[in-house]
T-cell receptor
Framework: DAGVIQSPRHEVTEMGQEVTLRCKPI?????LFWYRQTMMRGLELLIY????????DSGMPEDRFSAKMPNASFSTLKIQPSEPRDSAVYFC???????????????FGDGTRLSIL | QKEVEQNSGPLSVPEGAIASLNCTYS??????FFWYRQYSGKSPELIMS????GDKEDGRFTAQLNKASQYVSLLIRDSQPSDSATYLC?????????????FGKGTKLSVKP
């Protein structure tokens, strides 16, 4: 089975440019999560969706960050304008809900390594 | 602020030894607990989940949960150099949505041949 697919794997761009990260969750999963990972702060949840609806975006650092999920098989995380401090690895993860079983695990994509110069 | 704490390490053990990784969490009502392994430059990979007090074994891995002490651990028996990675503890907080996990910052494990 295909796992969570992210693109691009690497992105290097200059400060001020718009950056768009893409994610395709595992088919049948109804939760999608965007994380950012840095050495200093570890793995931070930015936003997550349930059935394509944003549930909690309290982790989104600033208005420069936005995320959408137009359908069950696609999500984007956009940074506009980008800044050097946005440099990190961005992971997308998905999971599914199961009645009677709390907290199903999340499955991660390979991540996008973002460098803002 | 709900937190998950791990010793950052590095934890160094000789090949064949038992590696013990520990995690504490602040939310007493937490219900679901996970251990992820992350190799350098790779994504987190789920290796164990545990939902009730006690031990859960899967091959060389044993997860232990003590909700009264708010403590979850991972034991790796017969450690191999290929086990060298960062291990992330993740907790679903009480009242949180179905999939909302809080991650610790991870413990780096090094298994020496």
């Amino acid at each position: 089975d295909a796992g969570v697919i992210q693109s691009p794997r690497h992105e290097v761009t200059e400060m001020g440019q718009e950056v768009t990260l893409r994610c395709k969750p595992i088919s049948g999963h109804d939760y999608l999560f965007w994380y950012r990972q840095t050495m200093m702060r570890g793995l931070e949840l930015l936003i997550y969706f349930n059935n394509n609806v944003p549930i909690d975006d309290s982790g989104m650092p600033e208005d420069r960050f936005s995320a959408k999920m137009p359908n069950a098989s696609f999500s984007t995380l956009k940074i506009q304008p980008s800044e050097p401090r946005d440099s990190a690895v961005y992971f997308c993860a998905s999971s599914f809900s199961r009645a009677g079983r709390p907290g199903q695990p999340q499955h991660f994509g390979d991540g996008t390594r973002l460098s803002i110069l | 602020q709900k937190e998950v704490e791990q010793n950052s390490g590095p934890l160094s053990v000789p090949e064949g030894a038992i590696a013990s990784l520990n995690c504490t969490y602040s939310d007493r009502g937490s219900q679901s607990f996970f251990w992820y392994r992350q190799y350098s430059g790779k994504s987190p990979e789920l290796i164990m989940s545990i939902y009730s007090n006690g031990d859960k074994e899967d091959g060389r891995f044993t997860a232990q949960l003590n909700k009264a002490s708010q403590y979850v651990s991972l034991l790796i028996r017969d450690s191999q150099p290929s086990d060298s990675a960062t291990y992330l503890c993740a907790v679903r907080v009480y009242g949180g949505s179905q999939g909302n996990l809080i991650f610790g910052k991870g413990t780096k494990l090094s298994v020496k041949p």
